[in-house]
């Protein structure tokens, strides 16, 4: 069935009649200058998802104490944490392409060509994929000057992530290194596309997860960060959202090599959370998940923090 087209007034009068969703923080008339000018309700409205409703009674179906200021909060959190991420993803992107252009310029085998062209005829996609950006993208004249031989060392600069991830991939399946992190690049892709597709990504704190398959290297390693009880660890790692957060923190700490961008970054994720994330805190102390997921993510990020860098 579908359903019917709200507009900014209907839209609060719709969370507040039909949601039980509360104004006491933030006015009708506030909450409608922030829908009006800095999100739209069917995305503030998939934070409501971390909340209780009634389950019996005449308030049935209705939030237990939502207010409308929690939905903005989480919205604007979730909006730093996309930042974030994006920002620690195009390092881990740079730092993985000199870490794969390093090893190739070691490797006696490999001429930084054949490894290449071996790739692109398994994946022919990809050169499909190229020749439509030769003529209208940023790197359509690096596409037209290579395209007949393409090297690493250019082809890595107009690949997307997805495919260089592959092409990443590949090197080490032939030439394995578990220092590589080869396979948590997956992970950290998924998280990263969502961030760059503007997904909401905290609105699904509670459980049940949909995860089909935690990274085991990155379990293990989660399992050895001293005062995260086990219970509490297995069950955020169920967590698809922060399972791949933490696979981004894990490949970001093993991939960079600058002392200067770690310690930035690193820097920033702290302000974020200890700062920006509690602010409003007194909002969750009743949200057992909310609670539980700060908890958990806020012992990784110290963990990795209080890491010596120099």
Request: aromatic share 14%; proline share 3%.
């Amino acid at each position: 069935m579908k359903r019917l087209k709200l507009n900014i007034d209907e839209q609060i009068a719709h969370m507040r009649d039909e949601n039980g969703i509360k104004f006491n923080l933030v006015t009708e008339n506030e909450a409608r200058l922030f829908l009006l000018n800095s999100t739209y309700y069917f995305k503030l409205k998939a934070y409501a998802k971390n909340f209780e409703k009634y389950a019996t009674g005449a308030k049935c179906g209705n939030y237990i104490d939502l207010e409308f200021a929690y939905l903005q909060d989480l919205s604007t959190i979730d909006m730093h944490l996309r930042k974030f991420i994006i920002k620690s993803s195009l390092d881990i992107e740079h730092f993985l392409k000199v870490r794969l252009l390093n090893a190739v310029s070691k490797n006696p085998f490999e001429d930084g060509y054949k490894f290449v062209h071996e790739w692109l005829i398994n994946n022919p996609k990809v050169l499909s994929d190229l020749s439509k950006k030769k003529f209208n993208s940023i790197c359509s004249e690096l596409i037209r000057k290579y395209e007949n031989d393409f090297a690493l060392w250019n082809i890595v600069e107009v690949l997307s992530f997805g495919d260089f991830a592959k092409l990443y991939h590949y090197y080490y399946i032939k030439y394995p290194d578990k220092s590589s992190m080869s396979n948590l690049i997956f992970p950290v892709k998924c998280i990263r596309n969502a961030a760059a597709h503007n997904n909401c990504l905290i609105n699904s704190l509670k459980t049940p997860y949909k995860l089909k398959r935690k990274t085991k290297e990155v379990s293990n390693y989660a399992a050895n960060i001293d005062h995260i009880p086990k219970a509490l660890r297995h069950k955020m790692m169920s967590n698809p959202v922060i399972h791949d957060f933490v696979c981004l923190l894990f490949v970001f700490d093993n991939i960079v090599s600058s002392v200067k961008v770690k310690t930035h970054t690193m820097s920033e994720l702290e302000k974020l959370f200890k700062v920006r994330m509690s602010r409003n805190s007194k909002f969750y102390r009743n949200n057992i998940e909310i609670i539980e997921s700060y908890r958990f993510v806020r012992m990784v990020i110290d963990h990795f923090a209080n890491k010596p860098y120099n």
